[in-house]
């Protein structure tokens, strides 16, 4: 195991576990520990759980703060089973949202895609963007099938291999070969699939979208980022009813049944050290609580300052600690006037300038820009007042070193979002009652995350530049959970890094993953 310390052994006993962070990963490590007999404590800086799954209430309205949707919830349905009686699906509603998404391209060009059917994709896209669209979008599909079954157990379901240089190296998805200049290439980014196999603007625009919204920049993500429309067309979308902080909440909830502790307001300000291994954690306050493991679900430039030993040596995937991701931007809008009909619950407004946006948001060109827009309408009386109101969240992706403490820039680009979204919800200028902008530096303040930044999910390929470090560290006794950490950011794959750090003290250096 990447970065694991010789002389480490899985815990037979019943251990003093000490969890920083309240994060999603974080409590679903906690979870599976109790259940394993330990005794597990979570200090949490700010005064509520779940990282950056978080709500935003005022006058009746209420927001997702962080992600809206969901993909894989197999991952928390598993966390539910092994964790006690009540499966996921007693704690929390899941719906399937259909169609999955609603997309404007630049030209105007219109499509809905339907939830988990790829013919049913191939169909609507042949007919909305003309002969041959559709085939190609589902050949592609079809290859990043391959990527996804070459890479989900490495890079989801099983702790960072040792020989974690064989993913840098490999680009898993089968690029169709290119021929150029009397050359023959093979797609390496993300970008270069758009172009040599999509062949179509509004078809990048759709492949983009799925990196855009990890902050990913498609002219340099790995062409194996094709695993990310896959997820999403191969597993389907999903809605918790109430929000996402439902599935925070019955996480949450599931700790306690477990007799987790949580101590809220409560600043870790150092790792405590005993015999050359993490021996507890020293707070804020001057308080000293010992334990035998220490599970960090913080970010890696936090993590940094918690703890003079080195986490990684030569040779581990090290953690990305200097340079801050793109960040998410917000804007909550409280809407008079009912839902419409038949509205898609998630519209994605695309970019008129896809290179400005790409440079904009990598912090290489100037903006704001109008940008790629997610516009989230859920159908949801839990959201609103009543049924004369209406809800809706707007998200692009950001650089998160923009001038986001001046109002001026900020209002700007809220406007421009706005400006966007009138094609997914028209009339939209005079609906508005009020609106909440969330900054990334913003969401950075309340979750601790540098910058405000997002994590995206682990990649193969791309020289290693795409995965995350390993769970363990060169500290024995501390472990890394969460986004920041392999298999890296989005909820499933939070969820599954606390179950393989969980698996990983339960069972020790052996434990090689879900079976």
Same mark, same amino acid.
């Given at each position: ?40 404590? &979570? ?60 997309? &404007?391209?630049? !030209? ?59 993913? $840098? ?38 492949? !983009? ?22 997820? #999403? ?15 925070? +909440? ?7 049944? +477990?007799?987790? #502790? ?32 220490? &599970? ?49 619950? +998630?519209? &994605? ?7 400005? #946006?790409? !440079? ?47 109002? $001026?820039?900020? #209002? ?36 601790? $995350? ?5 994590? $995206? ?7 290693? !530049? ?45 434990? +090689?993953?879900?079976?």
């Amino acid at each position: 195991m990447a970065g694991l310390s010789v002389g480490a052994d899985k815990v037979p006993r019943m251990a003093r576990i000490a969890v920083i962070g309240a994060g999603m990963g974080a409590m679903a490590a906690a979870a599976r520990l109790a259940v394993a007999g330990h005794r597990v404590a &979570v200090y949490e800086r700010g005064e509520t759980y779940g990282g950056g799954v978080r709500r935003f209430e005022r006058d009746g309205f209420s927001f997702d703060t962080g992600p809206g949707l969901l993909t894989l919830p197999a991952v928390y349905r598993d966390l539910f089973v092994k964790t006690g009686k009540q499966p996921l699906e007693e704690c929390v509603e899941l719906v399937q949202v259909d169609p999955s998404s609603r997309h &404007v391209f630049a !030209d105007g060009t219109e499509v809905a895609l339907p939830n988990a059917s790829r013919a049913g994709v191939v169909q609507a896209l042949e007919a909305a963007l003309g002969a041959g669209a559709g085939d190609r979008w589902g050949d592609f599909l079809v290859r990043a099938r391959e990527a996804w079954d070459r890479t989900r157990r490495p890079l989801l379901e099983e702790p960072l291999w040792t020989d974690w240089r064989v993913l $840098a190296e490999r680009e898993p998805y089968p690029a169709v070969p290119h021929k150029r200049l009397l050359r023959t290439r093979r797609a390496g980014t993300l970008s270069e699939v758009a172009a040599w196999e999509l062949r179509d603007p509004r078809l990048t625009a759709l492949l !983009d979208s799925h990196a855009l919204e990890y902050g990913l920049d498609p002219r340099d993500a790995p062409a194996s980022a094709a695993v990310l429309p896959y997820m #999403e067309h191969a597993f389907g979308t999903w809605y918790v009813r109430g929000g996402v902080r439902e599935l925070a +909440r019955a996480v949450y909830e599931r700790c306690l049944a +477990r007799r987790v #502790e949580f101590v809220f307001g409560a600043e870790v300000t150092a790792i405590v050290e005993k015999d050359g291994r993490a021996a507890g954690l020293e707070l804020a306050d001057g308080t000293v609580t010992e334990a035998d493991h220490v &599970v960090a679900g913080v970010d890696p430039v936090r993590l940094r300052g918690l703890t003079e030993h080195a986490l990684d040596a030569d040779g581990d995937v090290p953690p990305d600690a200097s340079t801050p991701s793109p960040g998410r931007f917000t804007v909550l809008l409280a809407l008079r006037g009912a839902r419409a009909a038949g509205a898609a619950h +998630r519209t &994605v407004v695309h970019t008129p300038d896809r290179d400005a #946006e790409l !440079d904009w948001v990598s912090g290489e060109g100037n903006g704001p820009v109008r940008p790629t827009v997610t516009v989230l309408r859920p159908d949801d009386p839990a959201l609103r007042p009543d049924g004369e109101h209406e809800s809706v969240v707007l998200t692009a992706s950001a650089p998160p070193r923009g001038d986001w403490a001046v109002d $001026a820039p900020v #209002e700007r680009f809220a406007t421009l979002m706005a400006d966007a979204a009138e094609s997914a919800v028209p009339g939209l200028r005079e609906r508005v009652l009020w609106r909440e902008i969330r900054t990334p530096g913003r969401s950075g303040d309340e979750t601790g $995350a540098f910058c405000g930044g997002v994590s $995206a999910p682990s990649l193969a390929g791309g020289n290693g !530049d795409f995965l995350h470090p390993a769970n363990t560290t060169r500290l024995p006794g501390l472990y890394r959970v969460g986004g920041w950490s392999h298999p890296g950011g989005g909820l499933a794959h939070a969820g599954m890094s606390g179950a393989l750090v969980s698996g990983l003290i339960v069972e020790g250096p052996g434990f +090689r993953g879900s079976q």
